[in-house]
């Protein structure tokens, strides 16, 4: 597996076992949502620097997001639309 999956699914899994949205963990790291969606997609990798603020906020270790990860959490299933 890349590594960058592996960063990715562990952030997801840490975010998502935390209890937090996106826009809140964006929100106490200073980025745009956008950017966190980017990490747990793979379209783009963080920084070290990036990683140990990402780490403090999910109050782990840094390194945890190099632990091969289990298998990934899969999205949410899509909203039920009301019938009228």
Do not use: W
Request: no cysteine.
């Amino acid at each position: 597996m890349k590594l960058r999956t592996v960063v990715a699914q562990n952030l997801r899994r840490m975010r998502y076992n935390k209890g937090m949205s996106q826009e809140e963990l964006a929100a106490q790291a200073g980025l745009y949502r956008t950017y966190v969606g980017h990490l747990e997609r793979e379209v783009h990798s963080p920084t070290v620097d990036m990683l140990e603020k990402l780490a403090e906020i999910l109050d782990v270790a840094p390194t945890d997001f190099f632990i091969d990860p289990p298998p990934p959490i899969p999205d949410r299933p899509a909203r039920k639309r009301k019938r009228s």
